[in-house]
């Protein structure tokens, strides 16, 4: 395995699979078993034969870590990335409907406490692992059924 090609075609597909997970409207495909994370294991592995081509077969073994890994990448980009988002959109808007419609002033602090603190959090670990599970799923497809490892002539 080509270590360069390898850290190159994960990070691209991190990229990709951060940003299109987090889109809004287009993240809603991500609810359909992580459509965009499998895709992204599969452009990982397409990518890794594109950069390395003097060898470009990989075993499913080393597709899935492949696909893992550009899921690692895509979950921690990705929260970066939704990060901004919630604070450029929608912890301002949602914190202020709340506060217009709420009469209560516990119930807007606890609900500010629960944007700020745990959640990103949670939601970070539970992507690093969603995400790199899925990951390697889609890369293992698609080293296995898309592109196919040739296999010796029997004589």
């Known amino acids: 395995m080509n270590t360069r090609a390898f850290v190159l075609s994960a990070i691209i597909a991190g990229v990709v699979i951060a940003f299109l997970g987090n889109i809004p409207v287009i993240n809603f495909l991500n609810c359909l078993l992580c459509m965009w994370v499998w895709l992204g294991g599969i452009f990982a592995v397409f990518l890794y034969r594109r950069f390395y081509a003097s060898s470009p077969n990989l075993s499913v073994g080393q597709a899935a870590g492949l696909g893992a890994v550009s899921g690692v990448f895509g979950a921690l980009i990705g929260a970066v990335f939704s990060a901004l988002l919630n604070i450029l959109f929608a912890r301002l808007g949602v914190i202020q409907a709340l506060e217009s419609i709420s009469s209560q002033p516990e119930t807007v602090s606890f609900i500010k406490m629960a944007f700020a603190a745990g959640n990103p959090i949670v939601i970070l670990l539970t992507n690093i692992v969603l995400y790199s599970l899925f990951g390697a799923v889609g890369a ?8 196919k490892t040739p296999k010796a002539a029997v004589i």
């Open 140 to 147: 293992g497809i698609a080293a296995a059924a898309i592109w």
